[in-house]
Structures are given as C-alpha cells and as structure tokens.
Nanobody, 120 residues
Framework: VQLQASGGGLVQSGGSLRLSCTASGSIFSINVTGWYRQAPGNKRELVAH???????YYTDSVKGRFTISRDNAENTVYLQMNNLKPEDTAVYYC???????????????WGQGTLVTVSS
C-alpha cells in the first residue's frame, strides 16, 4: 500500500489550497484517514481526520477554515484549506489506517509529505 499526496504550494495569506492523497495497492477498506502537519522545529500535529462513517475531527486552529472529505471509491482523502495564514506553513502528511487483506489487522500508512507555504 502506498499513499501519494499532492496539492501543496506557495500561497498568499487569505488564499486557498486543496490537498489530495490517494491510496493504492491491496486495499479492501480504509478506516480513519487524515492529515498531519509539521512546521520547522515543531512536532507533527494532527490537523484533521475523517472516519469511514464520515465523522470528522479538526484541531482548533483550523476549525471553520479547513474541510476534510473522502472519496471511498477512489481511496482518496482531501483537505480544502481556505483563509490560509502564515502559521499554517508546514509540511503536510496524509495518514491512513488500512486493514491488511490477510488478517484485517489495521496498519498505519503515511504519504510522502507536501509543503504548504503561506506568505504574509
């Protein structure tokens, strides 16, 4: 299983970006999936996640600005980021909990990271 993230870039404060992350490989289903970010000198933090049932979680700093969604048929999770602020600058990593085909035990997978830079 591999996760491929895309959509990062440079944007001015107040702008928008949409991140995408597609899982490929032997996938029966995806449990919870989401986005983390890591700014220089900081720990990686959870930004948002969405369960297989569609329940969502957002960290307080992005509530009202970011929207997470998923397309189960395409094994893809999206993060729509609006009203971006300089403090949103970070490398964004997608994450997915995917049961193995053989045993259905869930394993954690990570994408390669995509850089989001917000200029003031």
């Amino acid at each position: 299983v591999q996760l491929q993230a895309s959509g990062g870039g440079l944007v001015q404060s107040g702008g928008s970006l949409r991140l995408s992350c597609t899982a490929s490989g032997s996938i029966f289903s995806i449990n919870v999936t989401g986005w983390y970010r890591q700014a220089p000198g900081n720990k990686r933090e959870l930004v948002a996640h969405i369960t297989s049932g569609g329940n969502t979680y957002y960290t307080d700093s992005v509530k009202g600005r970011f929207t997470i969604s998923r397309d189960n048929a395409e094994n893809t999770v999206y993060l729509q980021m609006n009203n971006l602020k300089p403090e949103d600058t970070a490398v964004y990593y997608c994450n997915a909990e995917i049961p193995t085909i053989a045993t259905m035990d869930p394993l954690d997978y990570w994408g390669q990271g995509t850089l989001v830079t917000v200029s003031s």
